[in-house]
């Protein structure tokens, strides 16, 4: 089982990064994805999520309007588009895939909004 976040990186308040998390090793689809996030000192925040078959979605309420979540179920990738990106969003973002008592975690990749 292997989840692979990209697309992380340095960024100016205002912009926009599209963060990407590939999945293998199990069956994708039927597993329900999220996005967290975590800053130093912190514990781990649930940013966003999409189920399994039939993709509801929700948003912490700091991330409502501006960023979205997103799955390819072919190619077994979740997204998290984020626009209008602030500082408070500054984290290392992790994705997490949960089936029952399965949990998958990825290895982070890290956003900084900074000028």
């Known amino acids: 089982v292997q989840l692979v976040e990209s697309g992380g990186g340095l960024v100016q308040p205002g912009g926009s990064l599209t963060l990407s998390c590939a999945a293998s090793?199990?069956?994708?689809?039927?597993?329900?994805m999220k996005w967290y996030r975590q800053t130093p000192g912190k514990e781990r925040a649930l940013v966003a999520g999409?189920?399994?078959?039939?993709?509801?979605?929700n948003y912490v309420d700091s991330v409502k309007g501006r960023f979205t979540i997103s799955r390819d179920n072919v190619k077994d990738i979740v997204y998290l588009q984020m626009n209008n990106l602030k500082p408070e969003d500054t984290a290392v973002y992790y994705c997490?895939?949960?089936?029952?008592?399965?949990?998958?975690w990825g290895q982070g990749t890290q956003v900084t909004v900074s000028s």
């Open positions: 090793g199990f069956t994708f689809s039927r597993f329900d």
């Open positions: 999409i189920s399994g078959f039939h993709e509801r979605r």
């Open positions: 997490k895939a949960t089936y029952g008592s399965l949990n998958y």
